[in-house]
């Protein structure tokens, strides 16, 4: 009865081990703590991949492990930047993004094409965030170097940055 339930609880790995008397080995594969770490968020192959071996796992198991899952669509550059993308571009401009895509290990052409997208909204982006914080053009140099430095600091480029500070492309009330 107990080789029966043995079977329900743990499958062939638990019916060999009881069969041989030798215990089960409790440690994940590679393959299975990387879809642990994917189950919590999406990760950049370099990043899985210097995550597990932070861990110990072994280079050759781990290369394995991640084109098995690369081929299954489990780890997805284009993706990563996506999401990315989506929860940051809001708050920040295209010099800070291109900074964070970068450090999640993107390859260059994933970062390049996701900047190119992104490149059409950014006046916009500037224009929305400029007028969430300040909502009206600054009427001396000091605020308007003010609005100028938040801006630059949330990654948008100088060109952006001078046409939001001085109004233009804004409509006028």
């Known amino acids: 009865m107990s080789r029966v339930f043995q079977l329900i609880q743990g499958g062939a790995d638990a019916a060999q081990s009881a069969a041989t008397g030798a215990p089960r080995d409790k440690t994940p594969t590679v393959k299975a703590r990387a879809v642990s770490l994917l189950a919590q968020r999406e990760y950049s192959r370099q990043a899985l991949q210097e995550k597990l071996?932070?861990?110990?796992?072994?280079?050759?198991?781990?290369?394995?492990?991640?084109?098995?899952?690369?081929?299954?669509?489990?780890?997805?550059?284009?993706?990563?930047?996506?999401?990315?993308?989506?929860?940051?571009?809001?708050?920040?401009?295209?010099?800070?993004?291109?900074?964070?895509?970068?450090?999640?290990?993107?390859?260059?052409?994933?970062?390049a094409e996701t900047m190119a997208e992104l490149k059409s909204t950014e006046l916009a982006r500037a224009q929305a965030i400029w007028a969430k914080k300040f909502g009206q053009l600054a009427k001396d140099a000091a605020n308007r170097n003010r609005q100028a430095r938040f801006l630059a600091t949330r990654g948008f480029s100088g060109d952006v940055v001078r046409q939001v500070v001085s109004g233009l492309g804004m409509e006028k009330e």
């Not at 929860?87 to 993107?106: F, I, N, P, V």
């Open 53 to 111: 071996e932070a861990e110990g796992q072994s280079p050759e198991a781990l290369a394995l492990a991640l084109d098995q899952l690369q081929a299954r669509g489990l780890v997805d550059d284009a993706r990563v930047a996506e999401t990315l993308v989506n929860r940051r571009s809001g708050k920040l401009g295209g010099m800070r993004l291109r900074q964070e895509l970068q450090a999640k290990g993107l390859s260059p052409e994933v970062v």
